[in-house]
Structures are given as structure tokens and as C-alpha cells.
């Protein structure tokens, strides 16, 4: 990190990860950070000097020198950001909180703070410093419903802690089309708006100051890339010319219907798809809009990415409506089928204000409005066919089967085995090599997770039926 002048006064941006009712810290094996802190650095006026603290990888600093916080929070994370809000302020600090929730219910957070910024910052956050260095902050301001994107500046990658693999995040658009009840993009609904392609490009070369090896390897980190495909495919046929080793993507699964996107994909040296799969339960997906989820197709394009050197990192919903515990004895093989790589597993969580969470408010089925529980590894509600201790019982089990070392070397043999020899041998062996780098730290960092918050906590209250040998042996597809 660069020596600052300390003749200026000094900002803290903090960007939050911790659950308020942990008892030790947890520091995520994550290789990538996420966008909020190192984005709103870059917004802020040079009158200022800056230091951004991701909360995943190292803990708050309660004895820093600087003068202002910020802190980023999501939902869950609210109570947990009240208290180091609370926290600073006895110290004389002045706090300004932001994000999502912060956005979406400016009234409950706004009174645990100095200022609150409701909206896209980058409207707002110079004008928001330019008041705090004159003393004349107000408690909020508002960017507005969906500004433009243009001129937002590069992030600061320099401020990046090391610990993080990939420092090189950005953006491409904002939004998503679809409207998935669940969704925390459909509380408030806006309009999907894509970003100049030079800025992003801008953007990916704004590597001055970092290694080498960080240099070559990024994330864009979009809900949906593939929004508008016209505008992504001009985006990836630019990102071609970087040469990266690899980048990582996250985009809609119907955008695979479309060839010539998952052949630009390719030919960008994406080496990573964030893909929102959900469930393979057809009527579940519909059942919370997200009708553009065929099951059928799954395995094609999962195949097909895998032969261009492509892993698939996908979203994986457990407790949707229309789950059966006859569907949950079946998971785990039909998981190995469809030849996932690696998933992000996650209990259904009606996020305050989605149009899911006011159904089952409707319906009465909400058994638990603590808002630290929201993060994924609770169960929230009633079920239509499941118990709960059904629910916590196949959430680890199937985790549990998916992330043995027997299955995630099965997955990862399947996946090199598929890529088709393309390029110079050079150029497979570094996509082989950095697709296995990028297999294994995903899985870990799963496989991690899941034994530090989830299995841990469920100890604590109430043990979990047992899991035998051959389950766990059970066999990849």
C-alpha cells in the first residue's frame, strides 16, 4: 500500500463481511475482492487521502488514524454495521454508511449514521467529501433512481489488500432484465444500462503499481454481462486484444444459446463463468420467475463451456417452493450430470422487500425476521414439503457429497479431460494450468466455507443426521 500524506485528513472505507453473531472472526479464502470500497476510493476527491479494509480478508481497525469512515454493508450485515458505526462515532469519528440496504431503506439506517448515500455513489460521494472536509455534511444524499455510467473512474487497485489473487475487479453494467422473485435487484427495479466499453477497458489496464502476475488475471463482475449480448460481444472482442491469462464472468445462462457469445467468451481467455443455475427442479424456477432456466439445457452448455477451458461457478438455491425430499435424494448425482464444476450453495433467503419475501409474508410462512440470519445458511421459513431439519439436513449433505476430495479430483480430471486442443501447445498448457488454479481455489474456498459457517454453527445447536460412507462416495457423472 502507498505511504500517504497524513497533511491531509484521511478516509477509512470499510467494506463488511462479518455476521454480528459470530464469536470468532472468519477471513474468507477469497480471490477476488469485491467492487464497492476500492470504486468509491477511486471517486474520492485527491483532497483526501484514502485506505480501504475488506473486512473478508483482515479485521476493523477501531485505532486508525484516520478522520472518516465509510462502510458498505449489505442486508444481513445491518445490525453488525450499526455497532462499528456506533463504535467509531463514540471515538469522535465521523460515519457515512452506504450500499444496497442503505439505499433501499434509508430510513431505518439513516439515524445510525452521521450521513447515509441512497443510491449510486458516483452522482453523489465528491460532493458528499467536499461537504464533510467544510463541515457542512447533510444526513443523506440521493443520487437519483438509475443514473447514467459514464465517466465513473477506474478503481483502485492499488489499495487492494495482497491477500486477494485477483486486485483487477470492475464492471460492465448494471441492472439485470429479469425478474426473479427473489432477487435483491427487483426491491427497486431499474433499468439495465451498460457502461462506455473504453472505460471498461480503461478500466482492465489500470494495473500500474501491481505485480506482474496480478496483472494478467481479472473479474467482471456484472449480475448479467450478457443484458444486452450486442453490447457484451463488442466488450469481449476488446477484452481479446488485453491478453489476459484469464478472466472471470458472471452472466445469465440463456446467453449461452447464442455461440458466437460463448466463442467470444472463450477467445477473451474467460477461464471463469459465474452462472446463476439455481435448481435443476423445473417447476421451482418457475415458480419464482426465472423462466429463462431451461434444466434441459444445463449439461449442453456446461459441456460446452467446458470444452473451451471454461469452469462454471453457479449459484445453487436449496428449500424453493417446489422442492420434495424425493428431489434431494437425487441431488448429488444429477449435480455430477449436468457437469457442474463448482457451486455457490445458499438456503432460499426472502430478502426483505423482494417480491418473494412478501408473498411469504403474505402467507404467513416467515418463522425468523432476524436480519443477521438472512445470509443464506438459515432457513427462513415455512416450507410447502420439507421440514426444517429436512432442509438442514440436505443442504449438508449435499454439500457435504459435492465438496469431498474424492468428487471435487473427480470434477477436476472430468474438466481437463474435456478441453479441446486449440492455439499452440503453449497456450493450452497456461489454460489448462490456470483453469486447475482457478478450479481448486474456488473449491477450497467453498469447501472452506461451508466447514467454517455452516457445519460449525449447526453443531452448536442441534446435530445433524450422520453421513455415511457411500454417500459420500458417491460417483461423478
Known amino acids: 500500500m502507498k505511504k500517504q500524506n497524513r497533511s491531509k485528513p484521511k478516509l477509512l472505507i470499510i467494506v463488511l463481511f462479518q455476521n454480528l453473531l459470530d464469536e470468532k472472526p472468519y477471513y474468507a479464502k477469497n480471490p477476488?475482492?469485491?467492487?464497492?470500497?476500492?470504486?468509491?476510493?477511486?471517486?474520492t476527491p485527491p483532497e483526501i487521502d484514502v485506505e480501504v479494509l475488506h473486512e473478508m480478508v483482515r479485521p476493523i481497525d477501531y485505532k486508525t488514524d484516520a478522520d472518516f469512515i465509510a462502510i458498505s454493508f449489505m442486508d444481513y450485515l445491518s445490525p453488525h454495521a450499526y455497532e462499528?458505526?456506533?463504535?467509531?462515532?463514540?471515538?469522535?469519528?465521523?460515519?457515512?454508511?452506504?450500499?444496497?440496504?442503505?439505499?433501499?431503506?434509508?430510513?431505518?439506517?439513516?439515524?445510525?449514521?452521521?450521513s447515509i448515500c441512497v443510491g449510486e455513489a458516483h452522482k453523489v460521494w465528491a460532493q458528499m467529501v467536499n461537504d464533510l472536509l467544510a463541515g457542512k455534511l447533510k444526513k443523506r444524499y440521493d443520487a437519483g433512481l438509475a443514473p447514467d455510467l459514464e465517466n465513473i473512474p477506474a478503481p483502485r487497485y492499488d489499495l487492494v489488500e495482497s491477500k486477494f489473487f485477483t486486485p483487477i475487479v470492475t464492471e460492465?453494467?448494471?441492472?439485470?432484465?429479469?425478474?426473479?422473485?427473489y432477487c435483491q435487484l427487483n426491491i427497486k427495479r431499474s433499468p439495465y444500462r451498460t457502461r462506455p466499453i473504453e472505460d471498461v477497458i480503461r478500466d482492465l489496464t489500470n494495473t500500474k503499481g501491481l505485480p506482474f502476475i496480478k496483472r494478467k488475471t481479472a473479474m467482471i463482475l456484472d449480475n448479467n454481462l450478457g443484458g444486452s449480448l450486442t453490447n457484451a460481444k463488442e466488450l469481449l472482442k476488446e477484452i481479446a486484444k488485453l491478453k489476459f491469462w484469464a478472466i472471470g464472468a458472471q452472466y445469465s445462462i440463456e446467453c449461452l444459446r447464442d455461440d458466437e457469445y460463448a466463442e467470444l467468451l472463450a477467445k477473451a481467455n474467460c477461464r471463469m463463468s459465474f452462472i446463476g443455475m439455481e435448481s435443476l427442479n423445473e417447476e421451482s424456477l418457475r415458480d419464482v420467475e426465472k423462466k429463462q432456466n431451461k434444466v434441459d439445457e444445463y449439461k449442453e452448455f456446461f459441456h460446452k463451456l467446458n470444452k473451451k477451458g471454461i469452469l462454471t461457478f453457479t449459484g445453487f438455491m436449496f428449500a424453493l417452493d417446489e422442492d420434495t425430499p424425493e428431489y434431494y435424494e437425487s441431488l448429488p448425482q444429477k449435480l455430477e450430470e449436468v457437469g457442474v464444476n463448482v457451486i455457490l450453495p445458499s438456503i432460499s433467503i426472502p430478502i426483505y422487500g423482494t417480491p418473494l419475501h412478501k408473498k411469504m409474508a403474505d402467507e404467513n410462512r416467515i418463522i425468523d425476521n432476524d436480519i443477521t440470519h438472512y445470509?443464506?445458511?438459515?432457513?427462513?421459513?415455512?416450507?410447502?414439503?420439507?421440514t426444517e431439519e429436512q432442509i438442514y439436513y440436505y443442504y449438508e449433505r449435499t454439500i457435504k457429497i459435492f465438496y469431498s476430495w474424492k468428487n471435487i479430483l473427480k470434477r477436476?480430471?472430468?474438466f481437463v479431460s474435456l478441453q479441446t486442443f486449440e492455439g499452440s501447445l503453449k497456450e493450452y498448457l497456461l489454460k489448462t494450468v490456470l483453469g486447475s488454479v482457478i478450479y481448486f481455489k474456488l473449491s477450497i474456498f467453498q469447501r472452506h466455507h461451508a466447514q467454517q459457517r455452516v457445519f460449525d454453527k449447526r453443531k452448536k445447536n442441534k446435530p445433524v443426521k450422520s453421513i455415511s460412507p457411500a454417500e459420500l462416495d458417491v460417483k461423478a457423472a
Not at 477476488?32 to 477511486?42: D, N, V
Open 32 to 43: 477476488a475482492p469485491p467492487l464497492p470500497g476500492i470504486l468509491l476510493a477511486a471517486l
Open 84 to 114: 462499528v458505526a456506533s463504535k467509531f462515532r463514540a471515538l469522535g469519528k465521523v460515519v457515512i454508511g452506504g450500499g444496497k440496504f442503505a439505499s433501499t431503506f434509508p430510513d431505518e439506517v439513516e439515524p445510525c449514521f452521521d
Open 172 to 181: 460492465a453494467s448494471r441492472g439485470c432484465p429479469h425478474p426473479c422473485t
Open 375 to 386: 445470509e443464506g445458511d438459515h432457513v427462513l421459513f415455512k416450507h410447502k414439503h420439507l
Open 412 to 414: 477436476w480430471w472430468k
